[in-house]
Protein backbone atom coordinates (compact mmCIF):
# COMPACT_ATOMS: atom_id res chain seq x y z
CA UNK A 1 0.00 0.00 0.00
CA UNK A 2 0.96 3.69 -0.52
CA UNK A 3 0.03 7.02 0.31
CA UNK A 4 -0.01 9.84 -1.91
CA UNK A 5 0.62 13.42 -1.38
CA UNK A 6 0.54 16.55 -3.85
CA UNK A 7 1.73 19.93 -3.30
CA UNK A 8 2.50 22.56 -6.07
CA UNK A 9 -0.52 23.68 -6.78
CA UNK A 10 -2.02 27.67 -7.26
CA UNK A 11 -2.70 30.32 -9.05
CA UNK A 12 -1.13 31.39 -12.17
CA UNK A 13 -1.83 33.31 -15.49
CA UNK A 14 -2.48 31.95 -18.56
CA UNK A 15 1.05 31.18 -20.28
CA UNK A 16 2.85 30.67 -17.31
CA UNK A 17 3.96 27.39 -15.43
CA UNK A 18 3.63 25.20 -12.07
CA UNK A 19 5.27 22.32 -10.60
CA UNK A 20 3.17 19.89 -9.12
CA UNK A 21 4.66 17.37 -6.86
CA UNK A 22 3.48 14.15 -5.69
CA UNK A 23 4.89 12.52 -2.47
CA UNK A 24 4.67 8.39 -1.64
CA UNK A 25 5.17 6.68 1.54
CA UNK A 26 6.24 2.83 1.69
CA UNK A 27 9.59 1.11 0.14
CA UNK A 28 7.38 -0.39 -2.43
CA UNK A 29 6.54 2.71 -3.98
CA UNK A 30 9.22 2.06 -7.01
CA UNK A 31 6.48 -1.28 -7.63
CA UNK A 32 4.03 1.31 -8.91
CA UNK A 33 3.13 2.69 -12.30
CA UNK A 34 1.86 6.73 -10.84
CA UNK A 35 -0.43 8.68 -12.85
CA UNK A 36 -1.93 12.48 -12.60
CA UNK A 37 -5.56 12.72 -13.22
CA UNK A 38 -7.68 16.35 -13.25
CA UNK A 39 -11.39 16.87 -12.39
CA UNK A 40 -12.97 20.48 -13.38
CA UNK A 41 -15.87 21.97 -11.57
CA UNK A 42 -19.02 19.65 -12.86
CA UNK A 43 -16.49 17.49 -15.16
CA UNK A 44 -15.39 14.14 -14.35
CA UNK A 45 -12.10 12.76 -13.74
CA UNK A 46 -10.28 12.71 -17.18
CA UNK A 47 -6.50 11.00 -17.54
CA UNK A 48 -3.42 13.71 -17.79
CA UNK A 49 0.02 11.39 -17.60
CA UNK A 50 1.24 8.37 -16.66
CA UNK A 51 5.03 6.93 -16.14
CA UNK A 52 6.22 3.23 -15.55
CA UNK A 53 7.83 2.05 -12.89
CA UNK A 54 10.86 2.68 -14.20
CA UNK A 55 10.57 5.87 -15.62
CA UNK A 56 11.30 4.55 -19.23
CA UNK A 57 7.59 5.03 -20.62
CA UNK A 58 5.23 8.20 -20.38
CA UNK A 59 1.74 8.90 -21.94
CA UNK A 60 -0.33 11.66 -22.01
CA UNK A 61 -3.51 12.92 -22.70
CA UNK A 62 -3.87 15.07 -26.21
CA UNK A 63 -5.05 18.01 -24.73
CA UNK A 64 -1.94 18.24 -22.90
CA UNK A 65 0.94 16.96 -25.20
CA UNK A 66 3.88 18.87 -25.59
CA UNK A 67 2.83 20.94 -22.72
CA UNK A 68 3.04 18.82 -19.90
CA UNK A 69 6.02 16.57 -18.16
CA UNK A 70 5.86 14.05 -16.05
CA UNK A 71 8.60 12.58 -14.48
CA UNK A 72 9.71 10.51 -11.26
CA UNK A 73 12.66 10.08 -8.70
CA UNK A 74 12.05 6.42 -6.90
CA UNK A 75 14.92 7.27 -4.61
CA UNK A 76 12.44 10.17 -3.33
CA UNK A 77 9.42 8.30 -3.96
CA UNK A 78 8.18 11.13 -6.00
CA UNK A 79 6.51 11.58 -9.21
CA UNK A 80 6.10 15.46 -10.64
CA UNK A 81 4.16 16.99 -13.17
CA UNK A 82 5.89 20.16 -14.92
CA UNK A 83 2.74 22.14 -16.69
CA UNK A 84 4.27 24.70 -18.87
CA UNK A 85 2.00 26.78 -21.16
CA UNK A 86 -1.23 26.72 -18.98
CA UNK A 87 -4.10 27.33 -20.61
CA UNK A 88 -7.88 28.09 -18.41
CA UNK A 89 -8.65 25.10 -19.27
CA UNK A 90 -6.34 23.64 -17.56
CA UNK A 91 -7.75 24.62 -14.23
CA UNK A 92 -8.69 21.70 -12.00
CA UNK A 93 -8.20 19.37 -8.88
CA UNK A 94 -4.96 17.77 -9.24
CA UNK A 95 -4.94 14.07 -8.47
CA UNK A 96 -1.65 11.88 -8.07
CA UNK A 97 -2.89 8.27 -8.24
CA UNK A 98 -0.32 4.86 -8.11
CA UNK A 99 -1.12 1.10 -9.52
CA UNK A 100 0.62 -1.60 -10.53
CA UNK A 101 -0.65 -2.06 -14.27
CA UNK A 102 0.97 1.21 -16.23
CA UNK A 103 -0.89 -0.32 -19.73
CA UNK A 104 -3.95 -0.52 -17.84
CA UNK A 105 -3.86 3.27 -16.27
CA UNK A 106 -5.74 1.63 -13.58
CA UNK A 107 -4.96 2.84 -9.85
CA UNK A 108 -5.57 2.00 -7.17
CA UNK A 109 -4.06 4.79 -4.80
CA UNK A 110 -4.90 8.64 -4.82
CA UNK A 111 -3.75 11.23 -3.24
CA UNK A 112 -6.01 14.12 -1.76
CA UNK A 113 -5.60 16.37 -4.91
CA UNK A 114 -3.81 20.29 -5.40
CA UNK A 115 -5.77 22.55 -6.90
CA UNK A 116 -4.30 24.36 -9.85
CA UNK A 117 -6.39 28.20 -11.66
CA UNK A 118 -5.32 29.61 -14.67
CA UNK A 119 -6.45 33.13 -14.89
CA UNK A 120 -6.78 34.26 -18.58
Known amino acids: QVQLVESGGGLVQAGGSLRLSCAGSGRTFIRYAMGWFRQAPGKEREFVAA????????SYADSVKGRFTISRDNAKNAVYLQMNSLKPEDTAVYYC?????????????WGQGTQVAVSS
Open 51 to 58: IHWSGGST
Open 97 to 109: AAGVNYSSREFAY
